[in-house]
C-alpha cells in the first residue's frame, strides 16, 4: 500500500510538471533545458531565420560592414562567423529581445542592430531548439570553446 502511495505521488507530480511544460510552452526563462530538438531547430531556423542568415548559415554578404542605413548584414552562424564566441545566455537573448533589446540590456544603447526579435514569434523552447541546431553544425573547437565560455559565464553569474 506504501508504495502505491509513493507511486500515485510521483505520478501526480510528473503530471503536473507535464501540465506545467505544456502551459508554459516550454517557457525555459532564458536558460538552457536539459534536452533540444536540433530536426526541430533546423526546420525553425529555416522558416525563422535563413531569409537572412542563409539556409546554409552564411549570413549576408560584407556582414562586417555597416550597409547605408549604419546597419550591419545578418553574420553567418557557421564557424566563419562570429556567433560560437558568445555565450548561450548573449544568443539567446539576441534572439529572444532582438539586437536592440539585447543590447539595451546590457548598457548599449546607441547601436542600431537588424536583428528582430523572436519573443512573440517563438517559444524558449523553440529559440534553444535553433540554438541547438546551430551548434550541431561547428566543428568540435568551437563548441567546446562556446560551451566553455557559457559555464563560466554561468558560475559568474552574468
Not at 531556423?45 to 531569409?51: G, I, K, R
Not at 549576408?60 to 560560437?84: C, K, M, N, R, V
Not at 548573449?90 to 546607441?110: I, N, P, R, S
Amino acid at each position: 500500500m506504501k508504495k502505491l502511495v509513493v507511486f500515485g505521488v510521483a505520478a501526480v507530480a510528473v503530471a503536473a510538471g507535464a501540465l506545467w511544460f505544456i502551459s508554459t510552452k516550454g517557457a525555459t526563462n532564458g536558460r538552457a533545458p536539459l534536452v533540444v530538438d536540433i530536426v526541430a531547430g533546423q526546420t525553425l531556423y529555416v522558416e525563422s531565420c535563413a531569409s537572412c542568415h542563409g539556409v546554409g548559415l552564411k549570413g549576408q554578404p560584407d556582414w562586417q560592414t555597416p550597409g547605408e542605413d549604419g546597419i550591419l548584414p545578418a553574420p553567418p552562424h557557421d564557424f566563419s562567423g562570429h556567433t560560437w564566441h558568445h555565450s548561450d545566455s548573449v544568443l539567446f537573448d539576441y534572439t529572444k529581445l532582438g539586437g536592440k533589446g539585447a543590447l539595451a540590456q546590457m548598457g548599449v544603447d546607441d547601436f542600431e542592430s537588424g536583428m528582430p526579435a523572436f519573443e512573440d514569434v517563438l517559444s524558449d523552447q523553440d529559440i534553444w531548439n535553433v540554438l541547438g541546431y546551430i551548434k550541431s553544425t561547428w566543428p568540435d573547437q568551437a563548441r567546446e570553446s562556446q560551451s566553455k565560455r557559457s559555464a563560466a559565464e554561468a558560475q559568474t553569474g552574468g
